[in-house]
């Protein structure tokens, strides 16, 4: 038998290759086209977000007030059939300038549905102008942590300052009372939410929307601020890295935080979500997602968008 000899001219080897490689290319264009539609990254940052909403919204109603209506101090309350015990602790060092709210060491329900235990503790002595109150411009309010759980999630408070920018003599008619904050947050997720350890660092500015209304606050600067009135607008920047170790940035546009917002009153009374407002939260080397609290309804609906995808799922539930 004679072997038969096939000759390839260089032309058409060159054909061959330049098609073997543009089909690798194309296979290679699909594979790295995937829509990546996955919000868990998304999930992740929300959950730092209200975490530190929270621990500021506790440190300013603790030391206006005293005590923590929207979290609950002393006395026993029914909630969702069962009566809650106390949920935590108000301690006010005068001298030092400092206050702690202590959650005890056993998670407690608080009145917004969430389980808390350790401590906060806060300190006002960097405050200027003679301020005293969190209503009151240079008032400012640093934190930090101590063995503080939510959720079973440990929270640790790196640093994190609010302080009051509203002018001097300022108009409450005219002019609403704001904060800047900067923070740096870490949270690590027990095992049963997927382990890991977010990193959140942000700076932000939130203004009281309802400044003007005399039931919120008072004109002449001599009351506390009814804090389970008011409204907050919150704007800034994020970022940091999620759970799974992927870095992000995010922008946060006119988010409100309303606390006459309850869409469940019987078994969180005192949850109070964004009810309004964007972030564009952007993963590393993957296209925008979008955030969107919705338009002013009181609910817990969150839709999450990848423009770059065309992509909506408007049945998103964050923590």
């Known amino acids: 038998m004679k072997t038969k000899s096939i000759l390839i001219s260089s032309a058409t080897a060159g054909l061959i290759a330049v098609l073997f490689i543009t089909g690798c290319k194309k296979k290679d264009q699909q594979q790295e086209e995937q829509p ?62 400092t206050f702690t709210v202590d959650f005890g060491t056993t998670p407690c329900t608080c009145l917004d549905g969430r389980k808390r235990s350790g401590k906060l503790i ?50 409450p008619s005219t002019t609403n009372i704001t904060w800047t904050t900067s923070a740096n947050i870490q949270i690590i997720k027990p095992s049963t939410a997927g382990g890991g350890t977010i990193t959140w660092t942000a700076t932000r500015n939130t203004e009281l929307t309802n400044t003007s209304d005399p039931t919120v606050y008072d004109p002449s600067g001599n009351y506390p601020i009814a804090w389970n009135k008011v409204i907050l607008r919150l704007n800034g920047t994020a970022s940091g890295t999620t759970a799974s170790g992927v870095s992000y940035t995010a922008t946060m546009s006119n988010l409100i935080w309303d606390a006459t917002c309850t869409p469940d009153p019987i078994l969180r009374p005192r949850r109070h979500p964004f009810k309004s407002g964007t972030i564009t939260f952007t993963p590393s080397n993957k296209p925008a997602r979008v955030i969107d609290f919705g338009n002013g309804s009181c609910d817990f609906n969150v839709c999450v968008s990848i423009p770059a995808y065309s992509y909506t799922n408007c049945n998103v539930t964050l923590p």
């Open 122 to 171: 806060y300190n006002y002595s960097a405050s200027t102008n003679g301020a005293k109150w969190p209503r009151q411009p240079g008032f400012s309010i640093s934190c930090t942590s101590q063995n503080y759980v939510v959720d079973s999630h440990t929270v640790n408070i790196i640093n994190r300052t609010h302080t009051n920018t509203t002018p001097l003599g300022f108009n």
């Open 36 to 97: 990546d539609t996955s919000y868990s990254y998304v999930q992740d940052h929300n959950q730092a977000e209200i975490y530190n909403n929270d621990i500021g919204n506790i440190g300013m109603e603790a030391k206006e007030n005293g005590t923590l209506s929207n979290y609950r101090v002393t006395g026993n309350t029914y909630v969702g059939g069962i009566t809650a015990a106390p949920c935590a602790t108000v301690t006010l060092d005068t001298a030092a300038k």
